[in-house]
């Protein structure tokens, strides 16, 4: 019954609105698994909100419906639930190893095709892009091989086809 | 006029706006942060201030003013303390809907993050605490934030905002912005008019019911007089029974036979079972709140549900509907009566006879009554008594939080909305009285009372002063068992008869508390005396305490314990014994 879902919210780009949708998930006892945020329309000033959320369906329909009835909240929409859609991640990976471990970690970069952003003798910081799959194993091979450092962006997402928001 | 000699200051501008959304009265409290505001209302006399006492009661008075007119209500307070007071208010109005429009001071915009004088985090404080609020960091977008705020606090479902107003934008200046009408918010837009298709649906449903129920809560007050009117309408040509919430009494008149009083913890006997025994239930202005449903995998099991709101977020909440239907509920009301006249459905009127002679059957319990008290007053008496004497004249009554509150709900009976007003959704105590002075201001001439308990009438007893003052001749009926008597009757009834704490020791004496503070005080301890006490209490034109001394030991019935079914009501104080709570039960509220 419990499930996962990503939401699209977009919200006008104003002083407190983080604290208002982080506030509402904190104060209702919803969990957040994944948020993102940045303006994406300098216009008319609006930011997008990507969260990732998990709970039954009535849960979901609350947190879709609570999130839809915050003032400056423009549109509310449950990609998960509305059809195909796409998500992204990029994360970026600090692995510090010398001699068959760091060719190791460099063969597996090239597999995953993340790039390097940063190379010292004894280090690399890879950038990985993909699903939260592909981050999430890219990680887990590099654990063994000198994994130092984790940066996530979290998840942003949007539907497949020519709909906007 | 050049733009330098039509620019005000924004304390002059806050003042303009007000007066162009139509605010008469502010109830507030003044400080170093807001002073230019005051100076502002010093200059002019469109706007009555009233001095409250305290910053919650100036929100509790906003409260009762704008519950008993339909207007929105105005708080003003200062920075700080003056705010974080207002705190509780603030919940109580997002609780129960109640649309607020709070003005609170703040230090200077240089200031705000730097711990300064009365310096507090206002718009992070009350975000969880009202429907939006703004914290206005220059005078160019004061007028427009404010008449923005009226906006939201009256649209959709109503609810409490805060303007927060830091002193330097008060006394900067600019020219003044009138209100654009109607006004098109960018992002906030309630869904008013409800789905056509749902109407039908609903009257389908409704239509081959056998055994309906109409449950109203308090949207149906907010939507305005003319939706209950429709209701009334509506519900007449139904022939169906119909119960109100706390929240939802007046929508439909009290002494009607369709009405079956109100439903809940201490709801009526036959109010319950037909909520438990019905097969279609039309929800209207509710939400399926704790105190209504009791046990949730119990609460009327066999019944579809049709559940009209103008918030999407009620829906599905606590209990899955079959038939949503998004709208205002005048709008809803009205598309039904038209779709019903125009399909005139065939009812089964047998199968409805039977579900009435069924639901007299529970009348007939007469849930209500009591042991009569002796030489004793019994609370549920006093209030009979304060009915018999009122009933005839322009009157409205607020309460506490409490046994009283509860009894006043079953002994009081309402003919029409906004007459009551109850803290339904936070249980204030102390509500009452402050909302009383706020109901007198809007109804100057009216019989304004309010049923209180001895315990939560000292929670804000401070505003005798503002009565005082602005001669408010609210009647404060204080049903005084000696005891926090709803925390009693949980402990007596859950906790073993430990009454820890709950008993008012030190009480003061209440009649000369009233002397001292210019208002009349009148006691009463004998059934015989009741009546003129509350006949001499009526025809004082001043504030007035009547100290009723009741039973003690008196418990509210009916009580659907914590935890339990509608079907599972304590009808007295013999059912008790025989039914210990649940162990789920003791962890509820």
């Known amino acids: 019954m419990i499930s996962s879902h990503t939401i699209s919210v977009l919200v006008d780009n104003e002083p407190g609105i983080l604290a208002r949708v982080v506030g509402l998930f904190s104060g209702r006892g919803y969990n957040i698994e994944s948020l993102t945020v940045a303006e994406t329309d300098s216009k008319e000033n609006l930011s997008r909100i990507t969260i990732v959320t998990r709970g039954t369906p009535m849960v979901i329909e609350q947190i879709k419906a609570q999130l839809d009835r915050l003032v400056p909240v423009h549109r509310v929409r449950d990609l998960t639930a509305e059809g195909p859609h796409i998500e992204r991640e990029l994360a970026l990976v600090k692995v510090r190893s010398t001699g068959d471990k760091r060719v190791e970690a460099l063969r597996l970069a090239d597999v995953f095709r993340a790039k390097v952003i940063d190379a010292k003798t004894d280090s690399f910081v890879f950038e990985v892009t993909g699903n939260s799959d592909k981050v999430h194993t890219f990680i887990g091979l590099m654990e063994n091989l000198g994994l130092v450092d984790v940066g996530r962006t979290g998840i942003v997402a949007m539907s497949r086809g020519g709909e906007a928001l | ?589």
């Open chain 2, 1 to 589: 006029m050049k733009p330098e000699e039509s620019a005000t200051t924004g304390a002059d501008l806050l003042v303009k706006a007000l007066i162009d959304e139509e605010v008469e009265v502010v109830f507030g409290y003044p400080g170093g942060a807001v002073l230019p505001i005051y100076d502002s209302l010093f200059k002019q006399n469109r706007l009555r201030h009233i001095l409250v006492r305290h910053e919650q009661a100036a929100v509790h008075a906003a409260e009762g003013y704008a519950r008993s007119t339909g207007k929105v209500g105005v708080v003003l307070v200062t920075s700080g303390p003056g705010a974080t007071n207002a705190v509780t208010g603030l919940t109580d109005a997002l609780m129960d809907s109640i649309p607020i429009v709070c003005l609170t001071g703040q230090v200077p915009t240089h200031l705000i993050g730097n711990d300064a004088f009365q310096e507090a985090d206002t718009t992070g404080i009350t975000r969880p605490c009202t429907k939006h609020n703004y914290l206005v960091k220059s005078v160019e977008k004061l007028a427009n934030t404010v008449h923005e705020a009226f906006y939201v606090a009256r649209s959709g479902r109503p609810g409490p905002v805060v303007i927060d107003l830091p002193k330097d934008v008060l006394m900067n200046k600019h020219e003044y912005v009138a209100p654009k009408k109607p006004v098109q918010h960018k992002s906030y837009r309630p869904q008013v008019k409800p789905d056509p298709k749902k109407i039908e649906q609903a009257i389908d449903l409704l239509a081959k019911a056998k055994r309906p129920i109409f449950y109203v809560g308090g949207g149906v007050v907010n939507s305005g007089p003319k939706a209950s009117k429709l209701l009334t309408q509506f519900v007449r040509t139904t022939g169906f029974p119909i119960t109100n919430t706390l929240m939802g009494l007046g929508t439909y008149p009290a002494s009607d036979r369709q009405f079956l009083g109100m439903l809940g913890m201490h709801g009526t006997y036959e109010a319950n079972l037909a909520m438990y025994n019905c097969d279609v239930m039309v929800n209207i202005g509710a939400r399926f709140d704790d105190r209504i449903t009791g046990k949730l995998a119990e609460f009327s099991p066999r019944s579809k549900k049709i559940h009209v709101d103008i918030d999407p977020s009620s829906i599905n909440k606590n209990v899955h509907v079959d038939l949503p239907i998004i709208g205002d509920a005048t709008l809803v009301i009205e598309e039904m009566i038209k779709a019903w006249k125009a399909r005139a459905p065939k009812v089964d009127q047998k199968a409805l006879k039977a579900w009435w002679a069924e639901i007299e059957t529970w009348r007939a319990r007469n849930c209500l009554a009591y042991k009569p008290g002796g030489e004793i007053i019994k609370p549920q008496y006093a209030l009979e008594r304060l009915y018999h004497h009122i009933k005839d004249r322009d009157h409205y009554i607020t309460t506490e939080v409490g046994q009283h509150q509860m009894w006043a709900a079953q002994f009081l009976k309402f003919e029409e909305p906004n007459r009551w007003m109850t803290s339904g959704g936070l249980g204030t105590m102390g509500y009452g009285f402050p909302a009383a002075l706020g109901v007198q201001i809007a109804h100057p001439k009216a019989l304004v009372i309010d049923v209180a308990g001895e315990a939560s009438i000292m929670m804000n007893i401070q505003e005798l002063s503002t009565a005082a003052q602005y001669r408010l001749p609210v009647k404060i009926f204080i049903l005084d068992n000696q005891y926090m008597g709803m925390v009693r009757q949980w402990q007596e009834l859950l906790h073993g008869g430990r009454y820890s704490e709950s008993y008012m020791e030190s009480l003061p004496d209440f009649v000369k508390l009233a002397e001292a503070f210019g208002a009349v005080g009148l006691r009463c301890h004998e059934p015989s005396k009741l009546d003129d006490t509350i006949k001499e209490m009526i025809a004082i034109d001043r504030p007035v305490i009547v100290d009723v001394l009741v039973d003690k030991a008196e418990n509210c019935f009916p009580m659907i314990p914590s935890g339990a079914a509608h079907y599972d009501m304590l009808l007295g104080p013999e059912d008790r014994a025989a039914r210990p709570v649940s162990e789920e039960g003791m962890v509820l509220v």
